[in-house]
């Protein structure tokens, strides 16, 4: 993942421009002294970053039999970083199609998609399934 570096004093005297270049995909790193202190990202990058980690520092917690619908959501909807967690490690778990997990984050499968590839996240290419491509049919159709 590509990274803007930008100095504190830059960050002082730019700050909404920083801020609104974070918010469309750019990574930034504010450096002290030429060495980096903080970095700044879009918090759904945040989130889908810290998913993909809880997938793959325990993906058999994900089981194909979970029911992931609306309902299951709400039960968590104060904690949106679970919501993450749970539709993520479903959609890497081979579980959910990419245009559903869109869906259940809010978002359309090709925002998603572009996502991920920014992340370094891996992508699922394709309908594993009859049924998943049943899926995904829905779902563009739902959003559209």
Do not use: C, W
């Amino acid at each position: 993942m590509e990274y803007v570096r930008v100095r504190k004093t830059d960050l002082a005297r730019n700050t909404s421009q920083i801020i609104r270049d974070v918010l469309r995909g750019k990574t930034t790193v504010v450096e002290s002294h030429g060495q980096p202190e903080v970095a700044m990202m879009d918090i759904v990058d945040f989130q889908l970053q810290r998913a993909a980690m809880q997938y793959f520092g325990n993906p058999q917690k994900y089981e194909k039999d979970v029911v992931i619908n609306d309902e299951t959501l709400k039960a968590i909807s104060s904690d949106v970083q679970a919501r993450y967690d749970l539709v993520l490690g479903h959609y890497m778990a081979l579980h959910l199609s990419l245009a559903r997990a869109g869906e259940l984050l809010g978002m359309n499968s090709h925002e998603l998609r572009m996502r991920l590839v920014r992340l370094g996240i891996p992508l699922r290419v394709g309908p594993q399934s009859a049924d998943e491509v049943k899926e995904e049919i829905k779902s563009i159709e739902d959003m559209g």
